[in-house]
Nanobody, 124 residues
Framework: QVQLVESGGGLVQAGGSLRLSCAAS????????MGWFRQAPGKEREFVAA????????RYADSVKGRFTISRDNAKNTVYLQMNSLKPEDTAVYYCAAESDGYDYTRASFYDYWGQGTQVTVSS
C-alpha cells in the first residue's frame, strides 16, 4: 500500500514557475514508477510526465516537453515536478500516481495509487 500526498500548487502568472512535490509513504517507494497527471475543468485526466523507479528514464507529454522536469529522490520518498514557463492552459488539478512495475507508463490505467491532487492556476 502506498499513500501519496501532493503539495506545491498555487496561483502563478504566465511565464512563472512552480515545483510540485509528491511525498509517498511505504517501504517500497524506490521500486515504483511514478507519474504526474492533470485534469482541467470539463476535460479528461491527461498524462504529464513519468519516471522509472531508478530515475534512468523519463517521459513527457508533448505539451510540456522542454518546460517541465520530473525527478525523484528515493531517499526522501519524494517525486517532483518542476514547471517552468507556465501557460494559462497548464491550469488544472495535478495528481501524483504510483505503479508497482517500476516503469514510466503514460497511461493512467496502469497506475495503482493516486494522490488527492493539488491545484495549479496560471493567470494570463
Amino acid at each position: 500500500q502506498v499513500q501519496l500526498v501532493e503539495s506545491g500548487g498555487g496561483l502563478v502568472q504566465a511565464g512563472g514557475s512552480l515545483r510540485l512535490s509528491c511525498a509517498a509513504s511505504g517501504r517500497s517507494f524506490s521500486s515504483y514508477g511514478m507519474g504526474w497527471f492533470r485534469q482541467a475543468p470539463g476535460k479528461e485526466r491527461e498524462f504529464v510526465a513519468a519516471i522509472r523507479w531508478s530515475g534512468s528514464s523519463t517521459r513527457y507529454a508533448d505539451s510540456v516537453k522542454g518546460r517541465f522536469t520530473i525527478s525523484r529522490d528515493n531517499a526522501k520518498n519524494t517525486v517532483y515536478l518542476q514547471m517552468n514557463s507556465l501557460k494559462p492552459e497548464d491550469t488544472a488539478v495535478y495528481y501524483c500516481a504510483a505503479e508497482s512495475d517500476g516503469y514510466d507508463y503514460t497511461r493512467a490505467s496502469f497506475y495503482d495509487y493516486w494522490g488527492q491532487g493539488t491545484q495549479v492556476t496560471v493567470s494570463s
